[in-house]
């Protein structure tokens, strides 16, 4: 096990995540990680692997000083599309019917 | 912090900016691609994979997308990367009795301009695309309509770029620049000054504030769009797919009648190979506010579901918002700036800028090579005599 799976839900191990710390010379933020590796994008968003990737992004040396980590994008906690749905305020009608 | 010098600075480096560093890089150029960020951090990381080209408007539009299109058969090879490119085609939905009227007349026009595009019954739509509606009445489709995964274009165009040897500052803001005798001479940066004749703004949607650091004016704005991102299922969706209620409302807009949908709703919907679904999306413009409310995300959420009701028991895991870089005629700009010598604008890819990153990328090359073209002719600043319309 000289590779482990940092992130769980998408399925990025360790060496993918140094691969991709390898290739820049400059400061790394975590949103750059994410983006290119797809590590925290998973169900969980992050809840699990975030402190392993800030971890890692810091043992480069890298690091940003002042890393904001990654802005959780509502919604928190997965909802189904039908619930969100019905957030809608009478404003267009747009959720319920085509206005054609 | 010794000074640098470089035969042309590119400002942001999303996928227009890094095209075309990889562009100047590949001919010799010394290139220096700066960016306040990281790569993706503006538009590009923020927004769908779709190379749409049935819903360009014939003519330029139309051309450039084409021109583009082509250009990724061979870009995976050159950029020595797999961008995940999937020619799968694409489909607009249809709903009501108007809009299928006004899809056929739009289909009519597209082949007439060399689209390989037809008009499906619903039934034939469903076929093709099993999750759609019972009520829906049809689609146009398009084998030509491709997919591409935007980060992993923008990591390679940058990566490539530093390959050919252009040098990249991320985490490093341009805060101004320096001119002589009408001349562009030097870029300022965060850490430094880089001494060079020529600088190329890139900024995307930030194009216009980059513009002001040189009193040079660029008539882009940011158009706010929010999509809604499932966790991953089983494939459903093939290809991509639109809705020809924004279709119609955006191109009836441009010739003064109709009107677009609240928030700007259309769908915009595909799957990632991770399984995600990516469903928007919304239209409005709402300065550089990167929170949009819950009735967008509702009113994204019905519109949704109305087309595709399967989607009524998938689980969004997060939104994403990004903000288009918008001109008003859904072209970008490709030109020298009137104000300065040595200092192109290229930005306002609005929702185009994937499909057409690629061939922005040789337009500037050629534009910096002095040479001229019916794109280029069709893509300067001053066709914006007027101000754009809101
Ligand atoms: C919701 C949504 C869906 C979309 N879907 C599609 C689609 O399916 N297909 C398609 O083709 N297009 C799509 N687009 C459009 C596409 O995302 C954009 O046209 C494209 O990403 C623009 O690229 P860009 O490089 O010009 O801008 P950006 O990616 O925004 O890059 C500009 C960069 O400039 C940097 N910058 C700004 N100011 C400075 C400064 N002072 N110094 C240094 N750097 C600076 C920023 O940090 C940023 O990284 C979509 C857009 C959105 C918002
Ligand atoms: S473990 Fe990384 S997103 Fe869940």
Redesign the pocket.
């Given at each position: 096990m000289n590779n482990p799976t940092i992130?769980?839900?998408?399925d990025v191990t360790l060496r993918q995540l140094e691969d991709c710390l390898a290739a820049g010379g400059t400061e790394v933020s975590l949103r750059e990680v994410k983006l290119q590796t797809r590590?925290?994008?998973?169900?969980?968003?992050?809840?699990?692997?975030l402190p392993l990737l800030a971890a890692l992004v810091d043992s480069t040396g890298r690091g940003l000083p002042q890393d904001a980590g990654l802005v959780r994008n509502q919604p928190v906690r997965p909802l189904v599309l039908a619930d969100l749905a019905r957030f809608a305020s009478n404003g267009g009608g747009e959720a319920t019917r085509c206005s054609g | 912090m010794g000074i640098k010098t470089a035969d042309a600075v590119v400002i942001g480096a999303g996928v227009i900016g890094s095209s075309i560093a990889f562009r100047l890089a590949e001919q010799g150029r010394k290139v220096v691609l700066v960016e306040k960020a990281g790569p993706g951090a503006g538009a590009s990381g923020s927004c769908d994979k779709a190379i749409f080209l049935q819903s360009k408007r014939p003519g330029i539009h139309m051309e450039l997308a084409l021109a583009s299109r082509r250009m990724y058969d061979t870009l995976e090879a050159e950029l020595e990367a797999d961008l995940e490119l999937k020619n799968d085609g694409g489909m607009v939905a249809i709903e009501t009795p108007e809009h299928l009227d006004f899809m056929r007349d739009f289909v009519r026009k597209q082949r007439d301009a060399g689209i390989a595009v037809e008009l499906l019954d619903g039934n034939e739509a469903r076929r093709r695309q099993p999750c759609l509606s019972p009520h829906v009445l049809g689609a146009s489709f398009s084998p030509d309509d491709a997919e591409v995964n935007p980060l992993a274009l923008n990591t390679a165009l940058f990566r490539a770029a530093a390959r050919h040897g252009a040098q990249t500052m991320t985490h490093c803001e341009v805060t101004g620049i320096r001119a002589s005798a009408g001349r562009v001479t030097a870029v300022e940066t965060r850490r430094g000054s880089i001494s060079t004749p020529l600088v190329i703004n890139a900024a995307g949607p930030f194009a216009g504030q980059v513009g002001q650091l040189a009193g040079v004016h660029v008539p882009v704005k940011p158009r706010r769009g929010t999509i809604l991102i499932s966790e991953a299922v089983e494939p459903m969706v093939n290809g991509s797919m639109l809705c020809a209620q924004y279709i119609a409302a955006k191109h009836l807009a441009a010739v003064g009648s109709g009107n677009v949908p609240p928030y700007g709703i259309g769908l915009s919907l595909g799957q990632t190979e991770s399984g995600n679904l990516l469903i928007g999306g919304s239209r409005e413009f709402a300065g550089f506010e990167k929170a949009s409310g819950p009735d967008v995300m509702a009113a994204i959420a019905g519109h949704a579901i109305r087309i595709v009701p399967a989607l009524a028991k998938i689980r969004i895991i997060r939104s994403m918002t990004g903000f288009r870089p918008y001109t008003g005629d859904g072209l970008p700009i490709i030109d020298r700036a009137p104000e300065l010598g040595g200092y192109v604008i290229a930005a306002g890819h609005e929702g185009d800028g994937i499909a057409l990153a690629p061939i922005t990328g040789i337009l500037v090359r050629d534009l910096v090579d002095g040479k001229t073209g019916p794109f280029l002719h069709a893509l300067t600043v001053n066709r914006f005599a007027v101000p754009i319309p809101a």
């Open positions: 992130c769980r839900c998408e590590a925290g994008m998973g169900i969980c968003q992050g809840r699990t692997c | -």
